[in-house]
């Protein structure tokens, strides 16, 4: 059975940091891309950051320079390092699996709230 499980989500105030981790299923690990998307009130969900197998990674604009994106290969665990967070990444935060290749196929975690504080 396929299982992203997040944890790390909270409230912060402006300028904090927060971790989020998410373990993954070791099956879906060591073939899938790996993501963190986040989805605000009232708006679509967004994908934040996102790394390959091979540990190339990739940030939306608003997030360059202060949010990170690493895997632990040995652990099973993808992990977002959220630094100088800003009230506008106030979001649940979901942890994704992405296979493109033969059928594209995505699975979700459960999700973590994160809300910042002005």
């Known amino acids: 059975q396929v299982q992203l499980v997040e944890s790390g989500g909270g409230l912060v105030q402006a300028g904090g940091s927060l971790r989020l981790s998410c373990a993954a299923t070791?099956?879906?690990?060591?073939?899938?891309?790996m993501g963190w998307y986040r989805q605000a009130p009232g708006k679509q969900r967004e994908l934040v950051a996102a790394?390959?197998?091979?540990?190339?990674?990739n940030y939306v604009d608003p997030v360059k320079g202060r949010f990170t994106i690493s895997r632990d290969n040995a652990k099973n665990t993808v992990y977002l390092q959220m630094n100088s967070l800003i009230p506008e990444d106030t979001a649940a935060y979901y942890c994704?699996?992405?296979?493109?290749?033969?059928?594209?196929?995505?699975?979700w975690g459960q999700g973590t709230q994160v809300t910042v504080s002005s």
């Open positions: 994704n699996a992405h296979l493109e290749f033969p059928v594209p196929r995505d699975y």
């Open positions: 070791r099956s879906i690990f060591r073939l899938y891309d």
């Open positions: 790394i390959t197998l091979g540990g190339s990674t």
